[in-house]
């Protein structure tokens, strides 16, 4: 009787208990849409921003360039040279002779660089690639309305150019060569640190540690740093790297007192700190990579003979390797994205020079996005969004040959 | 006597081969490097703990600074000797309280679908995309918080109420960045619990919604609460999203349209400019530091005791 009573009592509400799963369910699917959704319209945004008309003007009008009655499109090499020649101050001339000669350059080189130099174009307007395809005809009307000397063109902020031309201050011509050089150097430094001290750090931790006190506060030591946020090490940088190695890092002690840097806010400082803040990260991924190294591998090492080191060295180390590369392509890409840190050592906000020793002055590229995003104007924020779009390309393939390694090498037991 | 001679004997043939180890310098000297390697990151601790204190001491040695003004006066301007710490703080709070307000309900309802849901190749799927989410730099969440999720604020709520910089935004923003985290190591913890709870739990005619918020989440939640505590320290070191999207002056304000200076951000922005060397600015960056490293540091080992305390451990 009682029995028959708790059946039904459960199948009275056995409807709304179902009812409830169902709307959870449709909750938790909504959840996971909503980030989704989240990452769609963050990529849309960048892609809508990268893209789209421009109008400009140019600040010397090209008809009053002409000679003889021929417009600078259709003019020799010669002529524009001599154009160049007549126009810049001999000083500005000669550093663009050096930089490549002007015999080796080509026509449409020489056509860019008047283009650059004596007509600079100047931004008025710039619409996003959205308004662009919707509203076509009235963006023209605007700019014919408002604008009645510009020139309306639809471009693509991220081209071949923008990745090898230097940085400058004009939106049209700016490329993030000196940042993407800039990055590349930082992570030299930060893997020629990171890496053989992350890699040994583990090796210790994994096989030659016994558990006493110690080690096992550097184990809770790792963890607790990996946790810090970036922007400590930055001021850890400035403080350690900047100020108190200065002769070291603005290369005094070498001799190379160059003008460029007269300070410590160095490639060098800016690499050493990310290898700090990358270091807690290189070493638990290897640890992770190392123990999943059968024991028996080092049972037989050492059953013919071999000593503990030998047995590191020639079976343990070159079986984790494809972990330990794995995870350290990961702390890697980590870097490349860091901002803050950087900016407390201390980038430079606008050079336009490649770095070209560890004692150069330099910027990054998310310090060249930070510093693009900050200026009120649209074309900057374009120019923002190509340069997003580079470094996630980077940080993409970084992570592609990560996961490509993994699957590659990486054998199981 | 007779026996101890025959020691003797025993103990010189053993000496003929010699059995002892041989010191192997080359094996000592790697072993110490190794060691060295190490030890290195607890003179990194050491290094932050030393230099964030030497120089956060030096700060509040400073004429103008009072160390229980800055505890107890809600008024920073550097420039007029103010240093009340609480601008900054309520602004870290603010961003960090609506950041979570997000990443929590919705990173977990994200682990809980991954987890006991999602059939394999959804979540196959899914995961990755998560893990992308997660590999973002930060400035680009901070570029999308300037040009989208602003303009999307002030569309809703209307443009003199929204300013262009908020910690609305910033903090909504963040909350997005923070949700891979949260989703990871929750739904780490939610396929930790054993099979055998849940079949028991089938078994007693428990629907799969019950099973997933009865059984599971409560057998998981050490995981789960390491993981929100996790979050919240990684939400109060964020910086790039607040330093673009925030707004720089430090302010005073429970409204979270108007723009106010976080910890972090303010750090960026004093840094951001050439500081020299022994000013007050330099040292204030200083001991703002500390006192964000001693904040997630504190975070980071409640989440451990959490979880070691707390753990259920299963066969």
């Known amino acids: 009787m009682k029995e028959k009573a708790v059946v039904q009592g459960f199948a009275n509400n056995l409807d709304a208990r179902n009812r409830r799963g169902v709307l959870w369910h449709v909750l938790f699917q909504a959840s996971t849409v909503v980030g989704i959704v989240a990452l769609i319209a963050l990529m849309l945004n960048i892609i809508n921003s990268a893209f789209g008309y421009v109008a400009y003007e140019a600040r010397v009008d090209p008809d009053t360039l002409a000679v003889d009655g021929t417009p600078i499109q259709d003019q020799s090499k010669d002529q524009l040279v001599a154009l160049i020649h007549s126009t810049l101050s001999s000083g500005a001339y000669n550093k663009l002779d050096n930089e490549k000669p002007f015999a080796d350059r080509s026509l449409e080189e020489v056509y860019q660089l008047v283009v650059e130099r004596i007509v600079r174009p100047k931004v008025v307007e710039v619409w996003n690639l959205w308004p662009s395809l919707t509203q076509a005809d009235a963006i023209r009307a605007t700019v014919a309305r408002d604008h009645p000397d510009a020139e309306l063109d639809f471009v693509s902020w991220l081209t071949t150019d923008f990745v090898t031309r230097p940085q400058t201050s004009e939106p049209l011509t700016a490329g993030v060569r000196t940042a993407i050089l800039g990055s590349l150097w930082t992570i030299l430094f930060t893997i020629l640190l990171a890496f053989p001290i992350g890699v040994g750090a583990a090796i210790y931790l994994e096989e030659y540690a016994s558990d006493n006190w110690l080690n096992r506060i550097i184990q809770t030591n790792i963890n607790n740093l990996a946790g810090v946020p970036s922007i400590i090490y930055g001021i850890l940088g400035l403080a350690i790297f900047v100020r108190a190695l200065e002769p070291l890092t603005s290369g005094k002690i070498f001799g190379l007192v160059n003008l460029t840097s007269e300070n410590g806010r160095t490639v060098l400082s800016a690499g050493l700190t990310l290898g700090l803040l990358v270091l807690p990260i290189i070493i638990i991924n290897a640890q992770e990579a190392i123990r999943a190294v059968p024991r028996s591998l080092r049972n037989a090492s050492f059953g013919v003979g071999a000593t503990k080191w030998q047995t590191v060295w020639s079976h343990v180390l070159p079986t984790a390797m494809p972990g330990i590369l794995t995870g350290t392509i990961l702390a890697i890409s980590r870097a490349i994205g860091e901002t803050a840190p950087l900016v407390v050592v201390g980038a430079s906000t606008a050079i336009s020079f490649d770095p070209n020793s560890p004692f150069s002055k330099f910027t990054t590229l998310p310090i060249q996005i930070y510093q693009w995003t900050s200026r009120p104007q649209d074309e900057f924020r374009s120019l923002a969004a190509a340069s997003i779009l580079v470094l996630l390309v980077l940080l993409l393939s970084l992570n592609a040959s990560a996961v490509l390694l993994r699957n590659r090498f990486s054998r199981r037991f | ?315």
Request: no cysteine; net charge neutral; glycine share 8%.
């Open chain 2, 1 to 315: 006597m007779a026996e101890l001679s025959l020691k003797n004997q025993v103990e010189k043939k053993a000496s003929a081969i010699n059995l002892r180890r041989k010191p192997r310098w080359g094996e000592t000297i790697i072993q110490s490097l190794l060691f060295f390697s190490g030890f290195f990151s607890i003179f990194v601790t050491i290094g932050i703990v030393y230099e964030l204190g030497k120089e956060a001491l030096l700060f509040f040695q400073m004429p103008e600074v009072n160390f229980l003004e800055s505890l107890t006066t809600a008024k920073w301007q550097p420039h007029t000797g103010n240093f009340g710490i609480w601008p900054l703080v309520n602004s870290t709070l603010m961003t960090t309280v609506i950041a979570m307000l997000i990443a929590i309900p919705l990173g977990m309802a994200v682990a809980v679908y991954l987890s006991e849901y999602a059939n394999p190749r959804v979540r196959n799927i899914l995961k990755p995309i998560l893990e992308v989410l997660a590999g973002i730099p930060t400035i680009v969440y901070g570029y999308f918080a300037l040009t989208f999720m602003t303009p999307l604020l002030r569309e809703i709520f209307g443009r003199d109420v929204v300013q262009i910089y908020n910690t609305a935004s910033a903090g909504l923003v963040m909350g997005i960045l923070i949700l891979p985290l949260i989703t990871s190591m929750t739904e780490d913890a939610l396929s930790a619990v054993p099979r055998s709870l849940r079949e028991a739990a089938y078994g007693m005619g428990a629907t799969k919604l019950e099973v997933a918020l009865q059984i599971v989440v409560p057998a998981a939640l050490s995981g789960i609460a390491a993981a929100i505590i996790i979050g919240i320290s990684r939400a109060i070191g964020e910086t790039m999203i607040v330093a673009v999207a925030a707004g720089a002056g430090p302010n005073f304000t429970f409204n979270p349209f108007i723009g106010a200076e976080t910890i972090t951000g303010h750090i960026v922005r004093i840094s951001g400019g050439d500081l020299s060397y022994d000013s007050i600015d330099y040292n204030s960056i200083f001991a703002l530091g500390l006192l964000l490293f001693f904040i997630t540091l504190a975070l980071n080992i409640i989440s451990q005791a959490i979880v070691r305390r707390f753990r259920e451990v299963y066969e």
